[in-house]
C-alpha cells in the first residue's frame, strides 16, 4: 500500500470511529428487557431514564434512597425494589464518559450533562413546558425512546 493510499484509509477509519462515537453520545437506547415494574413505578413521576446515563454506584445509590427519593417518598416493595436496582445496576454506564458517580445522584449535576447542555440558559430550565434540567422530554422530542441527539431538539418557548 502506498502512502496516499495508507492516508486515506486513516482518514477514513478515523471519520467512521468519529460518527459513531458521536452517534452513540446521541443515542442511550432503552434494554429491551426493562421490566414491567420500571416503567410503572418510575414513570409514574418521571420519565424512565435509560440506565446507561449513570454509574452503577449512582444507581445503588438512588435505590437505596428511595424513601428520600429528591424530596418524594418513592418507596416500593423489596421485590420490586430488587427487580428494578438489579436491572438498572445491569445496565449501567460503563463507559467512562457516562461512569462518574453523580454529584447528588442526579444526572443533571454529571460532568458530561453539565458540559452538553452548558450554552442552555438557567431561564430555559425554568419555563413551564420545561419546569427543570431532568425533564428530558421537554426538549428532546424522542427522549422516550433513549435517543438525545441535537438534531431532534424542540426547546419549549414557554
Wanted: aromatic fraction near 8%; charge should be positive.
Amino acid at each position: 500500500m502506498n502512502f496516499i493510499n495508507m492516508k486515506k484509509t486513516i482518514l477514513i477509519f478515523v471519520s467512521l470511529l468519529l460518527a459513531s462515537s458521536s452517534a452513540f453520545a446521541a443515542k442511550m437506547a432503552m434494554p429491551a428487557d426493562a421490566p414491567a415494574s420500571y416503567e410503572a413505578e418510575c414513570a409514574s413521576c418521571h420519565m424512565t431514564y435509560p440506565p446507561g446515563l449513570l454509574s452503577e454506584q449512582s444507581w445503588k445509590n438512588v435505590m437505596s434512597g428511595l424513601s428520600k427519593h429528591f424530596g418524594t417518598d418513592a418507596s416500593v416493595d423489596a421485590k420490586t425494589q430488587a427487580e428494578i436496582a438489579n436491572w438498572l445496576i445491569k445496565n449501567a454506564a460503563t463507559r467512562q464518559k457516562y461512569s462518574e458517580t453523580a454529584p447528588e445522584n442526579r444526572i443533571t449535576k454529571t460532568t458530561w450533562f453539565i458540559r452538553k447542555h452548558d450554552e442552555v440558559r438557567p431561564d430555559v430550565w425554568r419555563r413551564a413546558g420545561v419546569k427543570s434540567a431532568a425533564n428530558c422530554s421537554a426538549c428532546h422530542i424522542d427522549a422516550a425512546n433513549g435517543i438525545f441527539s441535537e438534531k431532534n431538539i424542540r426547546i419549549p418557548a414557554k
